[in-house]
C-alpha cells in the first residue's frame, strides 16, 4: 500500500455528456463526448484530463529526477504533450494508447532519454498504466 501524502477527490455526473467537480470547486468543468465520437464536443472529456494530468505529472516527475542530482537538468522551458487517443478493444469495449512528447531543449539526447526513461518509472501516471495502456515516448532535444 502507498503511503498517502495528499489525495483529492471528484464527482462526475452525466457520463461523458455531463459535468465533473472537484469537492474543493477548483475544477469545475463540462463534459461532452468529442464529435468524433458522436457528441457535440461543447465541453471537455475524459482523454483531454487524463491527457493533462499526464503531461503535467510526468515534467514534474522529470524535475524530481533531475533535483536528485544523477541527471541532466530540466530546463526552463521544458514541455511535455501527452496524446491520449481512445478506441474500441479487440475483445471489447474500449482502449487507450499515449504518446508523451516531451522537449528538452538544449540537453543532449543521450542525457534526455536517460533522465525520460528514470522519469518514466517514477511518475504515479506512468507506473499506474504500465502494462494496461501501450506508452510511447518522444524525446526532442533541439530548440
Not at 504518446?99 to 518509472?121: K, N, R
Amino acid at each position: 500500500m502507498t503511503k498517502i501524502a495528499y489525495s483529492t477527490r471528484a464527482t462526475a455526473t452525466g457520463g461523458r455528456d455531463g459535468r465533473a467537480r472537484t469537492d474543493d470547486g477548483a475544477l469545475d468543468v463540462a463534459l461532452a463526448s468529442p464529435k468524433e465520437l458522436g457528441g457535440n464536443g461543447q465541453g471537455n472529456n475524459p482523454e483531454q484530463l487524463f491527457a493533462a494530468g499526464y503531461a503535467a505529472c510526468f515534467l514534474s516527475a522529470m524535475k524530481f529526477v533531475s533535483s536528485q542530482g544523477q541527471h541532466a537538468k530540466v530546463p526552463a522551458d521544458a514541455s511535455v504533450s501527452a496524446t491520449v487517443g481512445i478506441g474500441p478493444r479487440e475483445d471489447k469495449g474500449f482502449g487507450l494508447a499515449v504518446t508523451l512528447s516531451i522537449s528538452l531543449p538544449g540537453v543532449e539526447q543521450a542525457d534526455a532519454e536517460a533522465l525520460v526513461a528514470e522519469a518514466d518509472t517514477v511518475c504515479p501516471y506512468s507506473h499506474a498504466v504500465r502494462g494496461n495502456i501501450a506508452v510511447a515516448l518522444e524525446v526532442v532535444t533541439a530548440a
